[in-house]
């Protein structure tokens, strides 16, 4: 199991210790409260203060759990925000002695093609990740390991005790979920971070989708790895994208530089975010987080090939 893990008995493996200690896992909440709502968080804007944690993995990991809402400590590849529906289960996430393992799928409700009746990739030979509750998809290569809808990935402050996520994204797909392990804290467990993530959202409260592009992009950037230097994360000039299914929607890139390399995960980094409005005319979008300036670096390219099959689908009701 990945320190954080729910343990085969439904709570927190005792072998492991404090998730609030490693990086990117998620620490449950005390019994008979509620977590805060990701999948719902509004865009925030990039102007905010710097957070003062130290500058390792922050990417968090929940699970929505039917009516409870409870969060499940998971490992570092999840899924986004757009909310949890009443079919949504916890599942543990994968095993470290799995190099390849995604979250297991024991229903259609958590089938990360979206179950019976889902769609189909527009790309030959890549899979398709689809979040059913935004009625949203894309396709990427055969290498990404799609995770179940009910799973969130977000980034906070990291001196944010409520873990207030900064940006969200819901039902993603991961690529190498162990791209990258150390034991910075010394504590006798490696860390895993993996190399880039891909999903959607729901945007409640924005007043733009160039807002959206420009402010989500930035915040993976510097949730992700500059913190607490926001002036290390640069953004592109927001620039209008159709996708090949003909949606319209602004799409911004950010970059980092300068990121003190203070352990042996410690990378620059980037993120795309495309956005828009769906056909009931609510915000929202699809958003790439990866790391930069490293030899696998998922290239520009290939961010802007899996943009390219975002698409609106119909969510079989079976």
Request: aromatic fraction near 8%.
């Amino acid at each position: 199991m990945w320190p954080g893990e729910q343990s085969p008995t439904g709570g927190p493996d005792p072998r492991q210790p404090n998730p609030y200690q490693q990086p990117g896992y998620h620490q449950p909440p005390p019994a008979g409260q509620q977590p805060p709502a990701p999948w719902n968080a509004p865009t925030v804007t990039s102007g905010g203060p710097p957070g003062g944690g130290p500058g390792n993995g922050r990417t968090k990991v929940v699970a929505v759990v039917a009516a409870a809402v409870v969060v499940v400590a998971a490992a570092v590849t999840g899924a986004v925000l757009l909310g949890g529906g009443e079919d949504d289960e916890a599942r543990p996430g994968p095993t470290a002695s799995s190099p390849a393992a995604s979250s297991p799928s024991a229903s259609a409700a958590d089938d990360p093609r979206g179950g019976d009746g889902g769609p189909e990739p527009t790309v030959e030979g890549w899979t398709v990740v689809a979040n059913p509750d935004q009625g949203l998809a894309f396709d990427v290569p055969a290498s990404w390991a799609p995770q179940s809808p009910s799973w969130v990935t977000y980034v906070a402050e990291d001196d944010d005790p409520e873990e207030k996520p900064l940006v969200a994204m819901k039902a993603p797909a991961v690529l190498k979920e162990k791209w990258c392990g150390a034991d910075g804290d010394r504590d006798g467990y490696v860390d895993y971070t993996p190399l880039a993530g891909a999903g959607t959202r729901g945007n409640g409260g924005a007043r733009s989708t160039e807002e959206i592009a420009r402010d989500d992009s930035a915040n993976w950037v510097y949730g992700a790895f500059t913190q607490p230097d926001r002036d290390k994360v640069a953004t592109e000039p927001v620039t209008r994208f159709t996708t090949d299914s003909g949606i319209r929607g602004s799409l911004a890139t950010s970059r980092s530089s300068g990121v003190a390399k203070k352990g042996k995960c410690d990378v620059n980094g980037k993120a795309t975010t495309f956005a828009f409005k769906s056909s009931d005319g609510d915000f929202v979008s699809w958003s790439f987080y990866g790391a930069a300036d490293v030899a696998d670096e998922v290239p520009d390219a290939t961010v802007r090939e899996i943009l390219a099959t975002v698409r609106e689908y119909t969510p079989s009701d079976s």
